[in-house]
Each structure stands twice: as structure tokens, then as C-alpha cells.
């Protein structure tokens, strides 16, 4: 590793990838630099980096990050941004959660939605986690349909945490804003469902909420 210091810009980060390049101050071609030279701390695109040049496994040329104290800082508060934003969606699921038992408990819905929504979730979460695993690897990757079909289906919980915990496709704009959207067409479907027009409906095809009800 070379021991002079060289400042560029982060102009490129792939989050579900795990790396991205920095432009160095000046001339020079775009460097590569991993999430590992990170140490923990939140990369953001357009910050501001100080390096050393160093070379990875196979040999090729990369950045070794110097990370200033305001620079750790200024991390640390992202993290906390972050851990705010889960805990968010986690009280979002919960109160999806505790809507459904209620509307069970009250013969609104059948009790199995519960359990729909649950495995939902879980599958969803898997698939996230699945397709972050073969991105940074470099294999197979699920579809961004298949991931929002899964959501749309109901498994938008696992989805918004898995985006989060994992902080995976959580820096694509276009992918956040669809997946907002499956949320929004869930919980207008789950409150249509309960309106009366909704219960007539369940009626007429044959969903009995109170067989399923404790």
C-alpha cells in the first residue's frame, strides 16, 4: 500500500453490490473501492474521500480508505438515520399485525391472513437476502419483478425490512418508490376488504370470517 494520500469523490456506489469508484481530484482514471475499506461506515455517493492506493486479492489497483474523525462522525449519524428508519417499519408491521388480529377478533377478516401475511414476509425477506448474497458474489440475481410481486402479494413487510436491515436495493430510487407503492395498494385492499361493500363480497365468495375467528 502506497503511504501517500491522494482526495477524490465517490462518484459511483453500488449498494446491493457492496463496492463503487471514487474520481480522484484532478486527472486519473475512477478508482475501485469495497465496502470493507469502509469499515462499518455508511458510504455515500458524492462525499468527499481521502486514500492511500492499494491493491486487492487478485492484484488489481483499489483504494484504502482514511477515514477522519468528522468523516466517522458524520457516519455515525447516518447509521443512527438508519436504525431510526427500521424502526420505523418495524412498528409499521407490527400495526399491520395487530390490525389483522383485531379484524379477525372481530370477524372482518379470516384469522389465516395472519398467517398468509407472515410466511409472505418471511419468503419475501429470504428473497431479498438470497439476491444480495448472489449480487455481491456475482451470481444469479432474482428479478426486480419477482421481488415486487412478492411484496404485492403481501409480503411487503419482509420487503421494506429486508430493504433496510440488509440495505439492499435501497439506493435505487425507481425500486423504493414502486415498493412503496405495493404498501399503499396492501393496506387500501386490506381497509376495502373491511368496508361493508368488502364483507358482502368475502360473502359471496364464500369467506366466512368467523370460522376462522378464536
Given at each position: 500500500m502506497s503511504s501517500k494520500i491522494f482526495t477524490g469523490t465517490l462518484s459511483q456506489w453500488h449498494d446491493d453490490k457492496g463496492?463503487?469508484?471514487i474520481k480522484p481530484n484532478g486527472s486519473g482514471a475512477e478508482l475501485f473501492v469495497h465496502i470493507s475499506s469502509f469499515r462499518g461506515?455508511?458510504?455515500?455517493?458524492?462525499?468527499?474521500?481521502?486514500?492511500?492506493?492499494?491493491?486487492?486479492?487478485?492484484?488489481?489497483?483499489?483504494?484504502?480508505?482514511?477515514?477522519s474523525k468528522a468523516r466517522r462522525t458524520s457516519n455515525k449519524t447516518?447509521?443512527?438515520?438508519?436504525?431510526?428508519?427500521?424502526?420505523?417499519?418495524?412498528?409499521?408491521?407490527?400495526?399491520?399485525?395487530?390490525?389483522?388480529?383485531?379484524?379477525?377478533?372481530?370477524?372482518?377478516?379470516?384469522?389465516?391472513?395472519l398467517l398468509y401475511f407472515a410466511v409472505l414476509s418471511l419468503i419475501t425477506y429470504m428473497a431479498f437476502a438470497i439476491d444480495k448474497s448472489a449480487a455481491q458474489k456475482g451470481n444469479w440475481r432474482i428479478q426486480e419483478s419477482s421481488?415486487?410481486?412478492?411484496?404485492?402479494?403481501?409480503g411487503?413487510?419482509?420487503?421494506?425490512?429486508?430493504?433496510?436491515?440488509?440495505?439492499?436495493?435501497?439506493?435505487?430510487?425507481?425500486?423504493?418508490?414502486?415498493?412503496w407503492l405495493t404498501v399503499f395498494i396492501n393496506v387500501s385492499l386490506l381497509g376495502a376488504l373491511m368496508s361493508p361493500q368488502g364483507q358482502a363480497l368475502l360473502t359471496q365468495l364464500g369467506v366466512n370470517s368467523s370460522r376462522f375467528a378464536p
Open positions: 463496492y463503487g469508484f461506515h455508511v458510504p455515500q455517493k458524492g462525499q468527499a474521500l481521502k486514500y492511500h492506493l492499494s491493491q486487492d486479492r487478485q492484484g488489481r489497483p483499489c483504494a484504502e480508505l482514511i477515514l447516518s447509521a443512527s438515520k438508519l436504525g431510526i428508519n427500521f424502526a420505523l417499519r418495524l412498528l409499521l408491521t407490527a400495526a399491520l399485525f395487530i390490525g389483522l388480529f383485531f379484524a379477525a377478533a372481530m370477524q372482518r377478516l379470516p384469522m389465516a391472513s421481488l415486487h410481486l412478492l411484496s404485492l402479494l403481501g411487503w413487510p419482509g420487503a421494506m425490512l429486508g430493504q433496510q436491515h440488509l440495505r439492499h436495493k435501497s439506493s435505487k430510487r425507481s425500486f423504493r418508490v414502486i415498493l
